[in-house]
T-cell receptor, first 114, second 113 residues
Framework: GAGVSQSPSNKVTEKGKDVELRCDPI?????LYWYRQRLGQGLEFLIY????????KSGLPSDRFSAERTGESVSTLTIQRTQQEDSAVYLC????????????FGPGTRLTVT | AQSVTQPDIHITVSEGASLELRCNYS??????LFWYVQSPGQGLQLLLK??????LVQGIKGFEAEFKRSQSSFNLRKPSVHWSDAAEYFC???????????FGKGTKLSVKP
């Protein structure tokens, strides 16, 4: 079966532009997570979707970040007015259950803001 | 607050030598613990996990890890390292407020021929 997919794999954008990152979770996985990985750092949790529940946005680093998910399928992470500090790899993960279930990660989107 | 510490940023071992990567966690209850591996340009692949029961868990690629509650540790081991094991290894604990994993900063493993 297909794993978690993300697109684009690489994105280079100019400072101030908006970008949209996409994640396709494993079919049937109800939970979806976004993480950010800055160079030489561990993963920083951004936001989580569970079914049709409204997500808690408190983990997003600023109000320039937003995320949506359509039902239990595709999710998009949008960064408005990108800044150089947004440069990172953005990783998406999905899991079958909530509550400690193992998370399956996509290959990530490498975002470079120039 | 929950946290994960990986004390070693970078480790180099010779091919065929044994390996131990350290991980310490801070968590109030019985933790759910994970080790992931990330090869260059790749996403994270789950090596093994501990939920409960036997404190020595076996994973893929010949890796194992031992949960020691008294030491708050979950160290990853492999008896004989292969050149293809060169990658970055992340320890994680389940316990974020939204069901997220909390990751250590990773240990980069280099393998000498």
């Amino acid at each position: 079966g297909a794993g978690v997919s993300q697109s684009p794999s690489n994105k280079v954008t100019e400072k101030g532009k908006d970008v949209e990152l996409r994640c396709d979770p494993i079919s049937g996985h109800t939970a979806l997570y976004w993480y950010r990985q800055r160079l030489g750092q561990g993963l920083e949790f951004l936001i989580y979707f569970q079914g049709n529940s409204a997500p808690d946005k408190s983990g997003l680093p600023s109000d320039r970040f937003s995320a949506e998910r359509t039902g239990e399928s595709v999710s998009t992470l949008t960064i408005q007015r990108t800044q150089q500090e947004d440069s990172a790899v953005y990783l998406c993960a999905s899991s079958l259950v909530v509550g400690g279930g193992e998370q399956y990660f996509g290959p990530g989107t490498r975002l470079t803001v120039t | 607050a929950q946290s994960v510490t990986q004390p070693d940023i970078h480790i180099t071992v010779s091919e065929g030598a044994s390996l131990e990567l350290r991980c310490n966690y801070s968590y109030g209850a019985t933790p759910y613990l994970f080790w992931y591996v990330q090869s260059p340009g790749q996403g994270l692949q789950l090596l093994l996990k501990y939920f409960s029961g036997d404190t020595l868990v076996q994973g893929i690629k010949g890796f194992e890890a031992e949960f020691k509650r008294s030491q708050s540790s979950f160290n990853l081991r492999k008896p004989s390292v292969h050149w293809s094991d060169a990658a970055e290894y992340f320890c994680a604990v389940y316990g974020g407020s939204q069901g997220n994993l909390i990751f250590g900063k990773g240990t980069k493993l280099s393998v000498k021929p």
